[in-house]
């Protein structure tokens, strides 16, 4: 467990079970910080493999959608200095709104949403308290264009890059700095957890997690303001921006409908 008598920094990194966030993770590591891991499932071989990069590792199973969760994992740090902030931990829903049950859309609007709000909100203001500290937030080029048959989550990562834009201008005169990684479909669990497997977007090749990761990490590192992860996911989201939004949406259905990957 890392100590106040460590010259390692800290890093706190949501979402650290598999994928993005377990791949962020495994760039602090590899980079001299010492972890604060969190996820709603057992992260014990993540804290093992960790480890093994060098770090001292604490590892947290709370579902952050809750005040709870949010609570123990807050609790967990004991008011060490948090030198990197890596809000990652988010869930994906698949079919269309009507089709999906309301617990399970609330679900993703208290995980992506109100408990990352609430962890950036504590942790934020200790940050400021000191006078240094790194956010990294995960959001997406999902929030870009309208999300049909997948709408509540580009809802949701609307926005989270929305907010960080705005967090980052009201934290331009200090030293903490706010980054936003936006990646586009990345090989991870997300689809299979989203039930999206039977749709085009979910069957179709992705992003390597890792690759993703260090192109976030390298930005939070050097202070950047927004990072979109590849070349294609660059162009999309420059099509995001000036195509209607009844293009996008189509465009949207025809990656996300149930049954687009037998097409």
Request: hydrophobic fraction near 45%.
């Amino acid at each position: 467990m890392n100590t106040s008598a460590s010259p390692r920094q800290l890093a706190v990194v949501t979402g650290a079970s598999s994928g993005i966030g377990y791949e962020l993770a495994a760039e602090c590591a590899r980079n001299g910080f010492d972890l604060i891991i969190a996820a709603d499932r057992p992260l014990d071989q993540a804290e093992t493999d960790l480890k093994g990069l060098g770090a001292a590792v604490t590892s947290i199973e709370a579902d952050l959608a809750t005040q709870e969760g949010v609570e123990k994992l807050c609790a967990a740090i004991r008011g060490r200095p948090v030198d990197a902030l890596i809000a990652n931990a988010g869930h994906g829903l698949g079919k269309a709104f009507l089709d999906q049950a309301f617990p399970d859309i609330a679900h993703v609007i208290d995980t992506n949403i109100t408990g990352t709000l609430a962890l950036l909100h504590q942790v934020g203001n200790d940050m400021r308290m000191r006078g240094a500290g790194r956010i990294l937030i995960v959001g997406s080029i999902a929030g870009f264009m309208p999300g049909s048959f997948q709408a509540v989550y580009n809802g949701t990562k609307a926005f989270i890059d929305s907010f960080a834009a705005a967090l980052r201008n009201e934290l331009k005169d200090t030293n903490l700095t706010v980054t936003c990684l936006m990646p586009g479909p990345t090989d991870t669990e997300f689809f299979e957890r989203a039930d999206m497997l039977d749709t085009k977007v979910g069957a179709d090749e992705k992003m390597p997690a890792s690759e993703v990761a260090r192109i976030g990490f390298k930005a939070m590192m050097d202070g950047d303001g927004e990072v979109i992860a590849g070349m294609k996911n660059k162009l999309e989201a420059a099509v995001a921006h000036v195509a209607p939004s009844s293009s996008l949406a189509e465009r949207h259905r025809k990656m996300a409908e149930p049954g687009t990957a037998k097409h």
